[in-house]
């Protein structure tokens, strides 16, 4: 399919995995907020210190009643005591600040993939970071649920981002916080200094932080069993669903307030020391708001949760049950929650007025047309890289085939649901080509023999991922220039 070159990724590829990994990395990984959040979980140091402070005041009760010539042991054991004390507490303070401060630079992060100089950059580059984590996540083989489980936070926060910008242009937002942060000067969707620190970071920390609590040993035990020999990301009976939902629920607050807290003021005013601290009160305040009405959010600020978590896990599930054209099945499934009452139309309405039906990198197998309009007698492969579309099941898309071979100098191209085979009514068009067309169509397009042999000889959609492994295939996003096929 594409020249066997070194894998490597360009700098916003690179950018994007860094934040994933400073969000949630492996177990071990030591500067990364899940794998630290499980420590924290755990409460060995917790524990410790416990230990340690019943020591220091057994100690010392026993040195009020002791006789002078025991007096000087028991006060050099105090002594040490006390030390290791006052060690394993300032560990503690020094752990959670850096937990802080690893939050507050991975939202920020995340905002950084949205930082353009006007509206349409801003939304090319949101573009660009969802499409980009989507093609970095595999689309088969058997860490599909666990990669995804860790590239969701980020996609789901940007995906909120998105959503409040919508709400707030079509005055959906009624919550009187967010209100009271914009400029009444500018427009509802000015970006305000107040804006940006009091509501847009406090939102990207609670994505981040949604799934925090499955780290507790308890959800730990339910995911896992008590050997941790079962499968994580298998589907779990109701009952065990249940309890993991509400151990999450409760965990993730419990690690807002006790494993992250307050950040530590730096400077000599008390005046602007007791600003800061406010003003970190009412961040946590605004992030656990959100926490806890994205349960039950009915048409309310917590949706900016509930709706981007639903749509992100369809579009990168952790359930190893995982099928990749199920994915585009996301809007559908979204309009089934709003007919039985689980979410509002509108906040539905207005993300898919963001997203369209179809995910950012999703493989879209199309017919083009000739010069003349004429539909010709072969598929090519796109890659969905746009958002905003002006019809939902009308993608904008970059094409990567051209006479059946790969290129990375493609066009964008609005495919229309009668040429697009995800739809009944485009594949019926190919029906009449030979299947040794088809079959030559096929060998052309898909150099993996495997692959070749489980597709359909006219398939709904491709896998893009193993294209967007090479650097020189990664600028998906580099030009304005669209026409419509």
């Known amino acids: 399919m594409v020249a066997a070159v070194p894998l490597t990724d360009n700098t916003h590829t690179k950018q994007v995995r860094d934040l994933i990994s400073r969000v949630h990395d492996t177990p071990h990984c030591k500067d990364s907020l899940y794998p630290l959040a499980a420590q924290f979980?755990?409460?060995?140091?917790?524990q410790q210190i416990v230990q340690l402070t019943e020591e220091v005041a057994s100690l010392q009760r026993r040195l009020?009643?002791?006789?002078?010539?025991?007096?000087?042991k028991l006060e050099d054991k105090l002594k040490t005591a006390t030390a290791e004390l006052k060690q394993a507490q300032q560990q503690l303070e020094d752990e959670r600040l850096q937990r802080v401060r690893l939050l507050k630079k991975a939202c920020r992060g995340v905002l950084s993939l949205l930082d353009g100089d006007n509206?349409?950059?801003?939304?090319a580059m949101a573009a660009r970071s969802l499409g980009t984590?989507?093609?970095i996540s595999p689309t088969y083989g058997s860490k599909v649920a666990q990669i995804n489980a860790r590239t969701k936070h980020v996609y789901k926060a940007i995906l909120a981002l998105l959503l409040l910008q919508q709400l707030l242009h079509n005055k959906l937002i009624r919550n009187s916080y967010v209100l009271s942060r914009i400029d009444s000067q500018q427009s509802p969707t000015a970006i305000s200094p107040a804006f940006i620190e009091e509501v847009q970071l406090p939102l990207i920390a609670a994505c981040l932080l949604q799934d925090i609590g499955l780290q507790h040993p308890a959800a730990q035990r339910i995911l896992t069993g008590v050997d941790g020999t079962l499968d994580p990301y298998r589907v779990l009976p109701a009952a065990e669903r249940e309890a993991l939902l509400e151990i999450c629920y409760t965990q993730s607050q419990r690690f807002v307030t006790e494993g992250l807290g307050l950040d530590s003021y730096v400077g000599n005013s008390k005046a602007e020391r007791?600003?800061?601290?406010?003003?970190?009160?009412?961040?946590?305040?605004?992030?656990l708001h959100l926490l806890q009405s994205a349960i039950a959010p009915e048409d309310g600020i917590g949706n900016l949760l509930k709706i981007p978590q639903v749509y992100t896990s369809v579009v990168l599930p952790s359930k190893s049950n995982y099928h990749y054209e199920q994915i585009a099945k996301v809007s559908a499934l979204l309009k089934a929650g709003v007919e039985k009452g689980w979410y509002p139309a509108k906040i539905v309405d207005n993300l898919l007025q963001i997203t369209g039906i179809f995910p950012q990198g999703f493989g879209i197998t199309y017919i083009p047309k000739d010069s003349d309009r004429?539909?010709?007698?072969?598929?090519?492969?796109?890659?969905?890289n746009g958002l905003y579309p002006f019809e939902a099941e009308q993608p904008i898309c970059r094409q990567v085939t051209r006479n059946l071979k790969f290129n990375n100098f493609g066009i964008n191209v609005v495919i229309a649901p009668d040429n697009n085979l995800f739809f009944p009514m485009a594949q019926q068009k190919l029906e009449k080509i030979s299947e040794e067309r088809l079959r030559e169509i096929l060998l052309q397009l898909v150099s993996n023999f495997e692959e070749r042999m489980e597709m359909d000889l006219i398939p709904r959609c491709w896998h893009p991922d193993e294209f967007f492994h090479y650097s020189k295939n990664q600028n998906?996003?580099?030009?304005?220039d669209t026409i419509r096929n």
């Open 133 to 135: 984590i989507a093609l």
């Open 41 to 46: 979980f755990k409460g060995e140091l917790q």
């Open 274 to 287: 007791d600003a800061f601290l406010a003003r970190e009160q009412e961040n946590q305040d605004f992030t």
């Open 64 to 72: 009020d009643d002791a006789s002078r010539g025991a007096r000087a």
């Open 476 to 480: 998906l996003w580099n030009r304005t």
């Open 374 to 384: 004429r539909d010709l007698d072969r598929y090519e492969y796109a890659i969905v």
């Open 119 to 123: 509206k349409e950059e801003c939304r």
